[in-house]
């Protein structure tokens, strides 16, 4: 029998695509860089490239928009997803993985920042341009 409960979506907030060029930047062991995929108030996911065998992520991402000279840093986050990709490669020392995180406590200044970021450097319809941000 499906389970209907156990398979509602779980976000709380509207998840955005973002413009080209947003980076999400960890230091970890092995430094990770990605791209940004979607952002909403409550968490992100983005693609990076897995070198080796280093899984470990920290418990702290900064966002980058190189283009408008944005950024944000140390923002807290929890790991919610990191999956493998389809690597069509026959090296398996690199594969590429999509992650999803969720944002913990921001402090003021942080949920001041990614509000902006959301209005400004997210791909939203004209419908929602003027809406509050949930």
């Known amino acids: 029998m499906y389970d209907f409960q156990k398979n509602q979506e779980r976000r ?30 409550g968490g992100m996911s983005f693609r990076y490239m897995q070198i ?10 900064n966002l980058f928009f190189p283009r408008y000279d ?22 398996r020392t690199v594969t590429m993985r999509r992650c999803g995180v969720q944002f913990l406590e921001l402090s003021d200044d942080q949920n001041q920042k990614l509000d902006y970021f959301i209005r400004n450097y997210t791909i939203r ?9 949930k």
């Open 52 to 61: 080796g065998d280093d899984l470990y992520l920290s418990d702290t991402i």
């Open 12 to 41: 709380l907030y509207k998840r955005y695509p973002v413009r080209n060029g947003v980076v999400a930047f960890m230091e970890t062991v092995v430094n990770k860089l990605g791209h940004v995929e979607e952002i909403s108030k």
């Open 70 to 91: 944005f950024n944000m840093n140390r923002i807290p986050i929890k790991l919610i997803t990191d999956i493998e990709e389809f690597n069509p490669s026959q090296f």
């Open 125 to 133: 319809k004209k419908s929602q341009d003027k809406t509050q941000l």
